[in-house]
T-cell receptor, first 112, second 112 residues
Framework: GQNIDQPTEMTATEGAIVQINCTYQ??????LFWYQQHAGEAPTFLSY????GLEEKGRFSSFLSRSKGYSYLLLKELQMKDSASYLC?????????????FGTGTRLKVLA | DVKVTQSSRYLVKRTGEKVFLECVQD?????MFWYRQDPGLGLRLIYF???????EKGDIPEGYSVSREKKERFSLILESASTNQTSMYLC???????????FGDGTRLSIL
């Protein structure tokens, strides 16, 4: 079957670095997204990885290893506003159609 | 910036009512999606559409239907609302299959 695993909760301190891991077991892998979702709000797109390696975007970076079925989101210089849920989502393709599979999200608490 | 607009942020309806949730996107995206999000279950796909008048069932279509008469508008219909349909409903769109999804602000629907 298709499955995505991420930790349920993480806690980190303001100014620190945190790494949120995501592992997946899917067929027809076609890319991986990370989204940020603040409580009561809609998910917002953070990053997209389709090839192995690191994608950097300001304080946020995302890494992908397709052979290991593994990704992580790295948040540097944590700020209080980074307290949110982070969703890992995999796109698969089969029979000409794309399917988006979401993890249940990692709730990050940033402490002062 | 892509704008996905959902007609209501909060909605309260009664059991047995027919409920319409509307979603409009302004970026000429081909694909549109309806999800529901429940604590501990993550995002679950109800229906999606890859073109006008086209629709495909997602993972949990029972009790729902959709309509896409125009490219920019995708409506979710609860044929006869039940209490287990109380949830956060999120609409999303993507330019094409496999591209990042952009989400609306969500509708928190309560069925009494």
């Amino acid at each position: 079957g298709q499955n995505i695993d991420q930790p349920t909760e993480m806690t980190a301190t303001e100014g620190a670095i945190v790494q949120i891991n995501c592992t997946y077991q899917t067929s027809g892998f076609n890319g991986l997204f990370w989204y940020q979702q603040h409580a009561g709000e809609a998910p917002t797109f953070l990053s997209y990885n389709v090839l192995d390696g690191l994608e950097e975007k300001g304080r946020f970076s995302s890494f992908l290893s397709r052979s290991k079925g593994y990704s992580y989101l790295l948040l540097k210089e944590l700020q209080m506003k980074d307290s949110a849920s982070y969703l890992c989502a995999v796109i698969t393709r089969g029979s000409g159609t794309y399917k988006y599979i979401f993890g249940t999200g990692t709730r990050l608490k940033v402490l002062a | 910036d892509v704008k996905v607009t959902q007609s209501s942020r909060y909605l309260v309806k009664r059991t047995g009512e027919k409920v319409f949730l509307e979603c409009v996107q302004d970026m000429d995206h081909e694909n549109m999606f309806w999800y529901r999000q429940d604590p501990g279950l993550g995002l679950r796909l109800i229906y999606f559409s890859y073109d006008v008048k086209m629709k495909e069932k997602g993972d949990i279509p029972e009790g729902y239907s959709v309509s896409r008469e125009k490219k920019e508008r995708f409506s979710l219909i609860l044929e006869s609302a039940s209490t287990n349909q109380t949830s956060m409903y999120l609409c999303a769109s993507s330019l094409r299959g496999g591209q990042p999804q952009h989400f609306g602000d969500g509708t928190r629907l309560s069925i009494l």
